[in-house]
């Protein structure tokens, strides 16, 4: 994602660069088609935290279900969880 990797570029003065990672998010708020809100902002950031630490085979499940809510991300994971229990390797 862009927004979490950007570092400002030879040349760019600081208002360029906070101009390019605010076009960014506002990007990435679109793709994910998240409610521009606190709320909305606050469950992308979460979610995105959290997705980032799961196992790669876990964190795909939610994603493909495109989940709105950290509760729904939550009971989603945990019955991931639960179903492949000897599976999951948190690192």
């Given at each position: 994602m862009r927004f979490r990797s950007a570092k400002p570029e030879a040349g760019e003065t600081p208002s360029q660069f906070l101009t390019r990672i605010d076009n960014y998010l506002e990007r990435w708020i679109e793709l994910v088609?998240?409610?521009k809100s606190y709320e909305g902002l606050k469950t992308l950031v979460v979610q995105e935290?959290?997705?980032s630490t799961c196992p790669k085979e876990m964190a795909v499940h939610p994603k493909e279900r495109k989940l709105k809510t950290i509760t729904e991300?939550?009971?989603v994971a945990?019955?991931?969880i639960e179903a492949h229990a000897t599976?999951?390797?948190f690192g």
């Amino acid at each position: 994602m862009r927004f979490r990797s950007a570092k400002p570029e030879a040349g760019e003065t600081p208002s360029q660069f906070l101009t390019r990672i605010d076009n960014y998010l506002e990007r990435w708020i679109e793709l994910v088609k998240v409610t521009k809100s606190y709320e909305g902002l606050k469950t992308l950031v979460v979610q995105e935290q959290y997705l980032s630490t799961c196992p790669k085979e876990m964190a795909v499940h939610p994603k493909e279900r495109k989940l709105k809510t950290i509760t729904e991300l939550g009971d989603v994971a945990e019955n991931y969880i639960e179903a492949h229990a000897t599976d999951i390797v948190f690192g």
